[in-house]
């Protein structure tokens, strides 16, 4: 009994001892873990290139061009949208203006705060100019340093990715080097599928968040289906923000209210598609993640790593339960963060959708 708690205690000290490692060590590693993820994603491709006999300097050199040319197209498709919406900044401002002037007259009417009071009270909360700015080059200059960061590790990641490999194997002990390369070979085949299935999903949401946006009117659909598809990497959250950011635009642009409403249906349609057509025949269940467990990623990386640590959560999760699912000992882990199984009905169910695909 003594003995078991003794391990229990120590599992706990080991579990803390790492979150607290995450926490000091986030600007080391938060660009290594997202250039390991970028490295992942593109490991078929760089397979698919050496087997057309390319030399892998050649072919890890390609995959970084095509990282580089997604990079630019996705800045410029979402450069240009905003410079669109810029366009419209006389308009959002006197609606700016309209609610602000409306919301001073309710806080007076009901709190008796003037407008002069309440005018003072904000230019006292308000960071100076200079703070404001200095705040800003801050972090352009740390989004480009972490950019370049991210880049070189993608770029080492894929070309050693054999040295790394051997490297593992030489840790285990030779009568396990086999299920360590099996473990090794069947976690990065799964990741992938993870990575690469979170891609494909994505590209299926900009095209229906993309037509049903631009069948209701909405102004900038292409801009808004691009971020709602992008902020699908954050689950739950990402899409309900999405909506509501295209709902609150479409609505200082003046958009009738069907048209808000009809938003919030689109919303509705394309997340049951997502839901039962898309995760089940793109993400499969192997890499799926209960609610419960989604949820706790989430909230643990955003206190260790902030925004980045909400986008890294569910890949890093995912990976983390490939890796329990095929490690012995760890597989009541992996158990308890996937889906729960639903029986025969369901995946009897799945198959036909299977089918007609």
Same mark, same amino acid.
């Given at each position: 009994m003594s003995v078991t708690i003794t391990s229990v205690i120590k599992k706990i000290l080991l579990l803390f001892l790492i979150i607290i490692g995450l926490v000091y060590a986030k600007v080391f590693l938060m660009p290594l873990v997202i250039g390991g993820i970028l490295a992942t994603l593109f490991l078929p491709f760089c397979h698919w290139l050496e087997g057309k006999k390319l030399p892998t300097g050649m072919a890890v050199f390609a995959c970084f061009l095509a990282l580089l040319l997604i990079i630019a197209t996705l800045t410029f498709l979402l450069g240009w949208k905003i410079a669109e919406l810029t366009n419209d900044v006389s308009l959002l401002k006197q609606k700016a203006i309209n609610t602000f002037t409306n919301t001073q007259a309710y806080i007076f009417a009901h709190l008796g705060i003037s407008a002069k009071e309440q005018i003072e009270i904000l230019k006292s909360e308000q960071p100076s100019y200079t703070s404001i700015m200095q705040m800003i080059v801050g972090s352009l200059t740390n989004i480009i340093a972490n950019l370049i960061l991210v880049l070189a590790y993608f770029l080492f990641l894929l070309y050693y990715r054999s040295h790394l490999k051997i490297f593992l194997l030489k840790l285990s002990p030779s009568s396990q080097r086999a299920e360590m390369e099996q473990i090794i070979h069947s976690a990065t085949n799964v990741s992938q599928q993870y990575l690469l299935g979170l891609s494909k999903m994505i590209v299926c949401l900009w095209i229906m968040y993309?037509?049903?946006?631009?069948?209701?009117?909405?102004? $900038?659909? %292409? /801009?808004?289906?691009?971020?709602?598809? =992008?902020? @699908?990497?954050?689950?739950?959250?990402?899409? !309900?923000?999405?909506?509501?950011?295209?709902?609150?635009?479409?609505?200082?642009?003046?958009?009738?209210?069907?048209?808000?409403?009809?938003?919030?249906?689109?919303?509705?349609?394309?997340?049951?598609?997502?839901?039962?057509?898309?995760?089940?025949?793109?993400?499969?269940?192997?890499?799926?993640? $209960?609610? %419960? /467990?989604?949820?706790?990623?989430?909230? =643990?990386? @955003?206190?260790?790593?902030?925004?980045?640590? !909400?986008?890294?959560a569910i890949p890093i999760t995912a990976i983390f339960k490939i890796i329990c699912d095929h490690i012995e000992p760890l597989k009541p882990y992996g158990f308890l963060i996937?889906?729960?199984?639903?029986?025969?009905?369901?995946?009897?169910?799945?198959?036909k959708v299977k089918g007609i695909f």
């Open positions: 993309g037509i049903g946006f631009s069948i209701i009117g909405v102004e $900038n659909a %292409l /801009f808004f289906a691009i971020l709602c598809g =992008l902020l @699908e990497i954050v689950p739950f959250v990402g899409n !309900i923000t999405g909506t509501t950011l295209t709902v609150l635009v479409s609505g200082l642009h003046g958009a009738e209210f069907s048209v808000l409403v009809s938003i919030v249906i689109i919303y509705g349609i394309v997340q049951f598609i997502q839901g039962w057509v898309l995760e089940p025949l793109i993400l499969g269940p192997e890499v799926k993640i $209960n609610p %419960l /467990f989604t949820i706790l990623a989430l909230v =643990l990386g @955003e206190l260790l790593w902030g925004i980045s640590g !909400i986008i890294l996937g889906e729960i199984e639903t029986g025969k009905k369901k995946l009897g169910f799945m198959e």
